[in-house]
């Protein structure tokens, strides 16, 4: 007969070393319609017959260049047509840790120094120098940016469970949820299982396994050991945010601005992130239930709490669950409110998982700068 034998032990979640910075930025020129035809002949000139052609249309009048992409940088030449003007710019995606080093790896960012901004403008300068593309970064305006961090787990089992109950979190208020979409839809379903991302006019909130994305998007290079689990938390930055952003720093220049968002991107996430999700821990569902039933609610909000969290343990958002429990006669206003109170969410952990709980997305951006986040959990094995 075998012999059950329990472990008691810690996993950690860690901020990785680059802490919080930057990842993708977009700068924009705007250029004239002579500009715009000059350049895409230009580029079509280059690429002459080479095989696999790095510029062409797309459906939209846009031209894409990609033969700065081992660089980490995507070009479009975009017209814009309306019925008052005619507008027409060059856009550039640019992940900055690869431009600096087209080697590194796609998990990190780029590392929260000054010098990084030098070495930034001097790759961009390099890159550009002597094409038919400005390579002053400066005459450049920055038209988004993407905040971010990465948080590791050692630990798959709690990795995974954790990205289980973050999918199902409530939409926040003014914000949309936007799912991946893929031609595939068994393919896109599997990726938003394993990705988060809310939309309002001015920013995104966006939270993913990164190393799914990395296995799965083909971004793995031989070099690169992927860890048991990285987390990764963004705030996307849109122009109108970005102009905000600019009065308050005093500056629109884009190498001064960019230094300005990595000294403030740890208090701009966390605070974004706190404004729009509650800091609260998942618990196992007998624990869930018994925090509601000691709370000095009344009975007939408790029991709209147990409902939630029952229906959380087969529905795959707080929103659907909101939804037909009110079609079914609960009153759900001021329900997520009072989980807040008591520093639970309503997402219950798998039962009988190996943890009691695990700790929510707020207190993990807040804890992790200053110190690893651990978890206990219990590991069984039989012999």
């Known amino acids: 007969m075998s012999k059950k034998i329990v472990k008691h032990k810690t996993a950690k979640f860690t901020l990785e070393p680059d802490g919080f910075s930057i990842h993708t930025m977009e700068l924009s020129m705007e250029i004239t319609y002579r500009e715009f035809h000059t350049l895409k002949e230009h580029l079509y000139r280059q690429q002459g017959n080479t095989k696999g052609g790095w510029i062409y249309p797309d459906d939209r009048g846009n031209y894409i260049c990609m033969y700065y992409k081992e660089c980490g940088i995507r070009i479009t030449l975009e017209h814009n047509s309306s019925e008052s003007m005619e ?13 600096i080093d087209p ?61 289980r109950v973050l999918r ?38 966006v939270i993913y396994d990164k190393t799914y994305q990395v296995r799965n998007g083909e971004l793995i290079v031989s070099y690169e050991k992927l860890p048991e689990g990285v987390l990764r938390f963004e705030v996307h930055c849109e122009r109108d945010y970005i102009r905000r952003l600019e009065k308050r720093f005093g500056t629109d220049v884009t190498e001064e601005l960019l230094w300005c968002l990595i000294e403030e991107s740890e208090r701009l996430t966390t605070d974004h992130f706190a404004r729009c999700f509650s800091d609260a821990r998942f618990l196992q569902i007998d624990d869930l239930t018994d925090a509601i039933a000691k709370s000095a609610f009344r009975k007939k909000n408790k029991e709209a709490m147990q409902e939630l969290a029952a229906r959380l343990q087969r529905t ?15 009153s759900t206003d001021g329900l997520l409110g009072r989980f807040d109170a008591l520093g639970i969410s309503p997402v219950p952990l798998r039962k009988n998982f190996c943890a009691k709980e695990l700790p929510g997305p707020v207190e993990l951006l807040r804890a992790v700068s200053s110190k690893e986040v651990t978890v206990e959990y219990i590991e069984v094995k039989y012999k």
């Open 168 to 205: 199902k979190l409530p939409d926040p208020p003014k914000y949309e949820r936007r799912f991946y979409k893929h031609k595939d839809k068994k393919k896109a379903n599997r990726y938003n299982k394993h990705y988060l991302r809310f939309h309002c006019r001015t920013k995104e909130l």
């Open 87 to 99: 507008t027409y710019y060059i856009r550039m995606v640019v992940n900055p840790r690869k431009l």
């Open 316 to 330: 795959q958002s707080v929103d659907k669950a909101l939804e037909k429990m009110a079609k079914v006669g609960y």
């Open 103 to 163: 080697e590194s790896s796609y998990i990190g960012i780029l590392p929260p120094e000054e010098s990084s901004i030098k070495k930034l403008k001097n790759a961009f300068t390099k890159l550009f120098k002597d094409t038919v593309f400005e390579s002053d970064i400066n005459s450049y305006q920055l038209k988004r940016v993407d905040l971010c961090t990465n948080i590791r787990c050692d630990n798959k089992k709690l990795f995974r469970e954790l990205v």
